[in-house]
């Protein structure tokens, strides 16, 4: 079905609902509200979306299983997970069951708008590559997944394991793609300890919004790629080498591993 | 308590009853002993007299001069000293006597006095002393009178006396009586008697008082002292320390009171500590998700609607704070879902020393601006320990920082040290079996039944048809486990996994204290710890456990110079939200640290003095 409407908010709270519905509305995007999973579907096969947004928490079933049933229904529609009980675990859980992004609650109207941005562009994307494809056009490359041997937190950020035990953590192509031309980058310091699920980047755009990161593995923060904050502009020319961002010292590799996502399954 | 019923009356009634009964023993014996001596002198001052009667009358008896006889008996039975001197002649007639009326009366030998010798009808020849004295009273209110009958023989000058009176054949002629009052001698006997009496009863009252008084100073007041310390603690006030305590056995068990309410209100705090945080824990979660809700709507707006009025300052101000008060608000609900530890430590290898050192670099600016003095006496030998470094870190400046406030920005600074040093434990009873399973592998951990508010240890236990479950202890070495079936002793009691039912029991190992059937679980990775079926044994066994003895500790002491704590307020600081700093915290500091090291099975410990400083102790195990 073809998308008709921008996007569909999923919440128990009319006072979410309605703040993101005029918050989106603003930003000239249509905007359909419903209270729980059952009246969100039920919308979602009546009316095409570009973009989901799901309260994790709700009256009938959890946001995760509303993912769970829309791709059971073969519904591609991104879905971004939002939830009061917003822990560095929900987190992490909601990338890994395959959301495209997760804002803790409260946000800002900008944190709002940098998620909905990002995930109506990862929806058109999307799209595209699958029209692509169909089409049989491989030479019209939408974007550049990670290298195999690397995992990926949701469709975010890297993980490379070296072999000296430290690691390397980065930005995807994808995501760079959804954020419109990185400005400035702020980073951690040598020394800080990251945790997995929590921001370790604030990538700001050329329209202003500030995207956050959010870190795939825990550990210290051993390296910082200087010449990336320098010139931000060398992240989009190779994301995946020399455009990494932190050198860490993993805390707990193999606990965060099982959250991951190995870019190896992507080309299958 | 009644008077009569305390323990310091019934002691002294007691030895104050031995030494009366002792004394009068005493008494007693000593007075026998003295009435015997004075006896015997006055018998033998009796004896020494009839033989002079005798021998002064000898003479005149040989030449037959009755009327010399009758008056030198008359005459010296004159003394005020000798009741009556007579003499008897064999047929028991009186023929001389002091008493003149009693001469010619004759005396009936069965009278008491005579029946010693006159027995077979006939005197008797011989008599000893003891046999020839007598005691007695002439009417039962007179006085005592002792009497000596001295036998006058018939010697050869009496046969061969020209009087010739007395045939040869005879041998005894009669009888001399010579009585003396015991006047004198009852007076000192009575006047000792009530001599010994006073004594004993001064010696019973003196001993007595003394007896009262030592078991008041020994026994009473202690004991009050430790009544006061039980009635202080049953009524909640464990801080309470019984006060003087000397160096006895009661003084050892008052010792051991202070020590086991120290003990206790450690106890106390800890378990308090894990109840209210898992409560809070669950509150936290439900409160961050309904407060979130609201606060998405309030920083939704607000920042929605500063964003759209940029060109009216002075609206733009007044949203700026709104919108900057909710962030904090959301940081506020961050830092309680951190709090309820929905974050799973993520421990690894680290040493404790670097954690500190790089706790004390993320403070150092802050405490310079103090004027405090970060001292690291950090022993260099402490092993590494598995830990989740964030979190151990996020402890260390929360004491820190702490430690700092408790200084103070003004008075010139002071000092915090931060120690380390290893210490061996024994893991028993202070090692919690957090997982246990089936050999399937089934996790046997029951979140409902708790024990000292930790998750018990659940096991399905059938016996004769009676079916029920066990909940066991999870502190390993301590035995408070719930049964839910009562089997009888004796009987075979088959222990199973109330998930699988595979059975736990472990054959042909009975019980080495009970002899009653044993079962084990698993814990994974750490071996296996066996139980007993029986409710009333509390055997248990965890080789891998026990094995490996003492257990080592890391112990991190970090020592303040600040204005310390009151004694009062020390059992709340770890408590949520309990702050002393006002505007400056927000009370989840502590609570966090307590949080924290509780996940790394381990414990915290605070010792203050107002206006000297504080010290916070906190242990790790080297193992996790």
Redesign the interface.
Known sequence: MKPTRDILVVDD?T??TH??Q??CS?DGLTVDCAVDAAEGMGRVLRTGYRLIISDV?MADVDGFAFLTDLRRRRIPTPVILT???????NAVRALGAGAIDFI???????E?IASVRRGLVYARLQAEAEASSRDARPDSIAWVPPPPSYYRLGYASWLMQERDGSAKVGVTDLFLRTVDSVQALTLAAV?E?L?QGSSCATLKAADGLEHVLLCPV?G?VVEVNAAVVATPGGLERDPYFEGWLYRVLP??LQ??LQHLTACSSDRM | MKPWRTLGLKLTVAVGAVALVTIAIFALVSSRSDNRALLAEVERHANQLSEAVKSSTEFDMLLNQRDRISETVRRIGQDPSIQRIRVMNKTGEVIYSSDSAEIGRSLDKNAEACTLCHKADEPLEHVDIAQRTRVYRVHPDSQRLLGIINPIYNTLTCSSASCHYHPRAQKVLGVLDVTLPLTEVDKAIRQGQVEVGMLALASFITLSVLIGLLVRRWVTLPVQRLAEGTRHVAGGDLSYVIPEVRDDELGMLARSFNNMTQRLSEARLQLVQSDKLASLGRLAAGVAHEINNPLTGVLTYSSFLQKRTKDQPEVQEDLKVIVRETIRCREIVKSLLDFARQSVPKKGQAAINEIIARAASVVENQLQLNHVKLVQALDADVPPVTVDANQMQQVFINLFVNASDAIGPDGGGGTITVATSRLKLSPIGITQVKKAQCPKRHSLINAEVRIDNKPSIRVRARSEGSEGFIYRDPMYGMARHQFGIAPEPGMHVEVTCPECSSSLNVHGAPCPECGAATFQFEVPGKGFVEGCTNRACTWQRWTDLEKGGDKDFIEIRVRDTGSGIAHEEIPRIFEPFYSTKGQKGNGLGLAVIWGIIDNHNGSISVESEVGVGTTFIIRIPVEP
Do not use: C, H, N, W
Not at chain 1, 83 to 89: A, C, D, P
Not at chain 1, 104 to 110: L, Q, V
């Open positions: 709270e006072v979410i703040a993101v005029r918050v603003a928490m939830t009061g009980m917003s822990t560095v675990q803790p609650k409260p946000f800002t109207s900008d709002l020394g300890e945790v825990s210290q805390s707990e606990y965060d």
